[in-house]
């Protein structure tokens, strides 16, 4: 059975930082590539970091480039989302997700990923 469990949310200031971390298990994660989606209230779930499964190449949405980064251990079986420079419209629920695909993928679509963690809720006050 596969579950990935996310955490490291929380409530942050406005400039802050947090990392969330991804732990995976029941699947072999050097396989997958892995991302990472938002979603606030009212609003469809959205791309925000993906990486292939050899962690060499990633893809981010416009508004995170330069403040997160995306990363992974695959001795751990964990990703990783690095995020500096918050600001409060970074407040969102927080998904990884995987997709076991080819070597170098990343898969920016949420309809093209199988699996989905729980969420960590990230919020950012003014």
């Known amino acids: 059975q596969v579950q990935l469990v996310e955490s490291g949310g929380g409530l942050v200031q406005a400039g802050g930082s947090l990392r969330l971390s991804c732990a995976a298990s029941g699947l072999t994660f050097g396989s997958y590539a892995v991302g990472w989606f938002r979603q606030a209230p009212g609003t469809e779930r959205e791309f925000v970091a993906g990486m292939d499964r050899t962690g060499g190449y990633t893809e981010y949405v416009d508004s995170v480039k330069g403040r997160f980064t995306i990363s992974r251990d695959n001795d751990k079986n964990t990703a990783y989302l690095q995020m500096n420079s918050l600001k409060p419209e970074d407040t969102a629920i927080y998904y990884c997700?995987?997709?076991?695909?080819?070597?170098?993928?990343?898969?920016?679509?949420?309809?093209?990923?199988?699996?989905w963690g729980q969420g960590t809720q990230v919020t950012v006050s003014s």
């Open positions: 997700a995987a997709e076991r695909v080819p070597r170098y993928s990343v898969v920016i679509r949420t309809t093209e990923y199988d699996y």
